[in-house]
């Protein structure tokens, strides 16, 4: 995860008042995350991210060996707006639609800077359109810094760690 300027919560009972007092509006926000993306209004995502928010996705091989490469790697909220704009207007894929799974969410710990270190799992079902078949598409886990001293509370990062070493098909909606 994200290197700290602070120690994380150092005892289970630290972490559980961190999370007793901030759980519902980091789930609430994860969960604001999936149904955007779930219902076909992706372009909400990046208003969730700060400015300077980074969103990548990347497997576990490659985050478990500190490897920079990712499949989706956007350093701004105004990046991301790029990509989903692109892909609604100029990639060709399969109409498809997702489906979130999320759990397991924890918040970690607190940096310095007040961003809340927060953990969680994930499973997105996809459905092909035209078939309707659907297929377990990724699981993994988020390692996420949401700042939460805002109007709103928003994403400084969110790392999407998927568990295959590999995706089987080119993923053109975020997850």
């Not at 999320?102 to 997105?124: D, H, K, P």
Request: a negative charge; one cysteine or more; charged letters at 20%.
């Amino acid at each position: 995860m994200h290197a700290s300027n602070s120690p994380p919560a150092t005892s289970w009972q630290d972490r559980l008042a961190l999370h007793r007092e901030h759980g519902d509006t980091v789930t609430y926000l994860l969960a604001e995350w999936a149904h955007a993306i779930d219902q076909n209004r992706v372009e909400d995502i990046a208003a969730l991210m700060l400015p300077n928010g980074r969103y990548t996705v990347t497997s576990r091989f490659n985050h478990d060996r500190g490897l920079p490469m990712a499949i989706i790697d956007a350093h701004s909220a105004a990046q991301l707006r790029d990509r989903i704009k692109s892909m609604r207007l100029a990639n060709i894929y399969q109409p498809q639609h997702y489906r979130h799974v999320l759990s397991a969410i924890q918040v970690t710990g607190q940096e310095s800077s007040g961003l809340l270190q927060v953990r969680s799992s994930f499973a997105v079902v996809r459905t092909l359109e035209m078939m309707g078949d659907s297929m377990l598409f990724a699981t993994g886990e988020c390692h996420d810094l949401i700042d939460i001293q805002g109007d709103a509370p928003r994403f400084a990062q969110r790392r999407m760690i998927f568990d295959s070493r590999a995706v089987e098909t080119l993923m053109v909606i975020p997850i």
